[in-house]
């Protein structure tokens, strides 16, 4: 079974960047999906990224339509480690991020079989 952590979240002001990271220390999912959502308070879960690799290689990296071009995700080489990049957050990007991970295919409508705890994202105005 996989064991996620997020990592890097915190406040920033509006316009600047924050980079988070996922941490997978249980299953090798180096043959796998992994995702990004995130939910604000009162509003339902978001997808905002995803990547999936075969054969040691990313094969898709999908984005959240809101994402606009301001968020980039990638995994290490070991595959076990996904890092999402964050630039010019707005105050609407205030969420809890979580971290989300299958042995399949994960994406928008499907999101894998392990979560995160989530880390907190705060954008000040």
């Known amino acids: 079974q996989a064991q996620l952590a997020e990592f890097g979240g915190g406040l920033v002001q509006a316009g600047q960047s924050l980079t988070l990271s996922c941490v997978n220390s249980g299953r090798d999912l180096r043959e796998s999906g992994m995702a990004w959502f995130r939910q604000s308070s009162g509003k339902e879960r978001e997808f905002v990224a995803s990547?999936?690799?075969?054969?040691?290689?990313?094969?898709?990296?999908d984005y959240g339509d809101f994402v606009k071009g301001r968020f980039t995700t990638f995994r290490n080489n070991s595959g076990n480690t996904m890092i999402l990049q964050m630039h010019s957050l707005s105050p609407e990007d205030t969420a809890v991020y979580f971290c989300?991970?299958?042995?399949?295919?994960?994406?928008?409508?499907?999101?894998?079989?392990?979560w995160g705890q989530g880390t907190q994202v705060t954008v000040s105005s």
């Open positions: 990547t999936n690799w075969r054969r040691g290689r990313v094969y898709y990296t």
């Open positions: 989300n991970a299958d042995p399949g295919v994960v994406g928008p409508t499907t999101p894998g079989r392990y």
